[in-house]
């Protein structure tokens, strides 16, 4: 196996329907890999899973909610079944959303978010560890976001849950080392997604987007996915621990 190739081995994709996680998908398949991923719109698995199987991706896929811990221990479960107990790749994909003032979140938005940002995210590493453990040489990715890093006006719940992430992303690096279990974390700035397609729609917010950001365009999935296959390589073997933003330069943009 070189240094700039996947074959053989063996990921899990967290939400790879639509958005970042679809691009993920097909750049690990890309490099080689055999991946499995999960959504909750049973449909539109089918249909993603028809056209990577056209494009002769391996792709397999369960429906999962991943804020649902019974969903969660079902998808490892899976998982395990389909790649014998072993896994190279976990790729931490799932996030959500609920943009509004930090005084008018009901708790109920607050506990939809934590779950489905932070809890699947942190149960799906203790439930990946045995297998990214027997692997012999496993890779966590999580998508974090830049709202985890400085503020932005994307809500403080989910600004929260991202910041936790980063975090998780340097314990994990130091805790799982000894298993040869790497961890590091991407962090975008405005993707052209699903998840803020009607935000950026909006010309006058996309233009405040924009002046902020010195490469003067928001960003593709592909532009994430690249630096995600990049830290499951084994080109990456001594980058542990790291939260590295795809964000066109807006984190370093101070006063130019
Ligand atoms: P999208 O909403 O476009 O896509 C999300 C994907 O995840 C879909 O496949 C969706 O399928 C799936 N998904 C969502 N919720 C769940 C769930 N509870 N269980 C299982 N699958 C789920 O999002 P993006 O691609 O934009 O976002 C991906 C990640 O990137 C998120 O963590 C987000 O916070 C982060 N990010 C995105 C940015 C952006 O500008 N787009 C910027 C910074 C970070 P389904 O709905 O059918 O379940």
């Excluded at 998840?195 to 532009?223: A, Q, S």
């Excluded at 499951?232 to 101070?254: E, H, K, R």
């Amino acid at each position: 196996r070189g240094r700039w190739s996947l074959n053989g081995m063996t990921a899990l994709v967290t939400g790879g329907t639509r958005g970042i996680g679809h691009a993920i998908v097909e750049e690990l398949c890309g490099l080689g890999s055999i991946v499995h991923t999960c959504s909750r719109n049973e449909s539109e698995l089918n249909d993603r899973l028809q056209e990577w199987k056209l494009k002769g991706f391996q792709v397999t896929g369960s429906v999962c909610d991943a804020s649902s811990s019974t969903d969660r221990e079902k998808l490892i479960e899976t998982v395990s079944s389909l790649f014998n107990s072993k896994l190279n790749i976990l790729v931490n994909n799932v996030g959500t959303n609920i943009r509004k003032p930090t005084v008018e979140y009901s708790s109920q938005e607050f506990s939809t978010l934590i779950a489905t940002n932070l809890e699947s995210t942190y149960h799906l590493c203790q439930l990946a560890h045995p297998l990214l453990k027997v692997s012999g040489m496993g890779s966590i990715v999580f998508i974090s976001s830049v709202a985890g890093v400085v503020a932005i006006s994307s809500g403080t719940v989910y600004a929260a849950s991202k910041g936790a992430i980063n975090q998780i992303t340097k314990n994990l690096a130091c805790e799982w080392a000894k298993d040869n279990i790497r961890s590091n974390c991407v962090a975008p700035w405005y993707i052209k997604t699903s998840l803020v397609e009607k935000l950026l729609d909006d010309k006058e917010f996309v233009e405040r987007v924009v002046t902020r950001t010195p490469l003067r365009r928001v960003g593709e999935p592909k532009e994430v996915s690249a630096l995600v296959a990049f830290l499951c390589l084994p080109a990456s073997s001594y980058i542990t621990g790291q939260i590295i933003s795809v964000d066109g330069g807006m984190t370093v943009n101070g006063f130019y």
